[in-house]
Each structure stands twice: as structure tokens, then as C-alpha cells.
T-cell receptor, first 115, second 109 residues
Framework: ETGVTQTPRHLVMGMTNKKSLKCEQH?????MYWYKQSAKKPLELMFV???????ENNSVPSRFSPECPNSSHLFLHLHTLQPEDSALYLC??????????????FGAGSRLTVL | GQNIDQPTEMTATEGAIVQINCTYQ??????LFWYQQHAGEAPTFLSY??LDGLEEKGRFSSFLSRSKGYSYLLLKELQMKDSASYLC??????????WGAGTKLIIKP
């Protein structure tokens, strides 16, 4: 256990479904992140929240919608996804943003398959 | 553009030593990270280098040369549990993390 918990660990959905990924951190961190991890590709930063405010949105399609109701919880709402969105979605947290030694603590990820 | 290069896959023998290289071209530099990721698990922090030289932590060491845009992760006395992917990442001048695609390390008995 890293202190960052993601649910569900596996999700299969059709292109017309709506689902949500959940992330919870018990580390007292102020920043939370969503990353997409595809095979043999670098991690892609999707969204960053700092003190519950979205501070980065890296040109992510609107079919992905993040929500951060408090500093411990982060959601990624999914709707009308495409098969190419199949990937491992990683949540991470860190004490703060904007420093060199900003160590991220990751969850184990949610493996998403879009049919 | 910004880029991190590391080998896609490496194979080594249990008990041996392996060096995983990482080269980077980024807009500025505020530190380099190594993370370990076992299959199906979370990436976990291994090391952080911001000054040139070698940092040693038990069986793992990480080296940085800023002038060459180069780092390596050295793993000694390899164990089967070291089979994992190793991710290199650099913090640029805007404190954005730039990631490599990872190196899958396979340990054979």
C-alpha cells in the first residue's frame, strides 16, 4: 500500500457507457494528478489539482472530466470513450507542486478497456 | 521538443550488475527521478538527483551528469524481485515532469 488507493482496479466499458474512476490519498498531500499510461509510451499527464483547484488540463478530450471535491479525493468521470482510450490510468499525489524534488506517490492504477 | 531516452528492454542475470541509462533534452533542469514499477503495481520512487555525481542507496545507485544530459541507474547483486520497469523523469525549468517510456528489466536465474 502506497497511501494512494484507486478503484476500480479493472474496468471494461462500452463506448456509450458512463463510468467514474476514484482516487483517495491518506498522506495529507496538497496536489493530486491523473496520468494515462499506455504500453511502451511515456506517462501522459492529464490533470493536476492543487488545493482542490484544477491547475493543469493538458489538452485532454472533454470525454474525460475530473472532479476534486476535497484534497483527499479525486475522480475521473468517463463518457463516450473511444477504444484508443484503453490504458492504465494512474492517480498520484505529492506534498505540493512547483518544486524540483517533488516526489509523486502513485496508486496502483485502474486498467480501462473500452470495447 | 523535450525528450527522454532510455532502452526499451534489458536482460540480466541474478546476482549480476546492470546499468540502465537515461539521456535527456529538456528546457531547463530541476532534477532527475528514477521510479520502479512492478507489473500491475504503482510506480514507486527510487532516487532523485539534482547535482552531478553518484547517489548510493543500498544495492541501487543513481548517477547524474548535467553537462552531458545523462543519468544511469545501477543495480547490484540483482535479485529476481528486481524484475520491473524503471522509469526516468526530469523536472524542467517550469517544474513540469518529463517522462521516459521506461525500461523493462528482465532478470534470469
Amino acid at each position: 500500500e502506497t497511501g494512494v488507493t484507486q478503484t476500480p482496479r479493472h474496468l471494461v466499458m462500452g463506448m456509450t457507457n458512463k463510468k467514474s474512476l476514484k482516487c483517495e490519498q491518506h498522506l495529507g498531500h496538497n496536489a493530486m494528478y491523473w496520468y494515462k499510461q499506455s504500453a511502451k509510451k511515456p506517462l501522459e499527464l492529464m490533470f493536476v489539482y492543487s488545493l482542490e483547484e484544477r491547475v493543469e488540463n493538458n489538452s485532454v478530450p472533454s470525454r474525460f472530466s475530473p472532479e476534486c471535491p476535497n484534497s483527499s479525493h479525486l475522480f475521473l468521470h468517463l463518457h463516450t470513450l473511444q477504444p484508443e482510450d484503453s490504458a492504465l490510468y494512474l492517480c498520484a499525489s505529492s506534498p505540493q507542486r512547483g518544486s524540483g524534488a517533488n516526489v509523486l506517490t502513485f496508486g496502483a492504477g485502474s486498467r480501462l478497456t473500452v470495447l | 521538443g523535450q525528450n527522454i531516452d532510455q532502452p526499451t528492454e534489458m536482460t540480466a542475470t541474478e546476482g549480476a550488475i546492470v546499468q540502465i541509462n537515461c539521456t535527456y533534452q529538456t528546457s531547463g533542469f530541476n532534477g532527475l527521478f528514477w521510479y520502479q514499477q512492478h507489473a500491475g503495481e504503482a510506480p514507486t520512487f527510487l532516487s532523485y538527483n539534482v547535482l552531478d555525481g553518484l547517489e548510493e542507496k543500498g544495492r541501487f545507485s543513481s548517477f547524474l551528469s548535467r553537462s552531458k544530459g545523462y543519468s544511469y541507474l545501477l543495480l547490484k547483486e540483482l535479485q529476481m524481485k528486481d524484475s520491473a520497469s524503471y522509469l526516468c523523469a526530469v523536472t524542467d525549468s517550469n517544474y513540469q515532469l518529463i517522462w521516459g517510456a521506461g525500461t523493462k528489466l528482465i532478470i534470469k536465474p
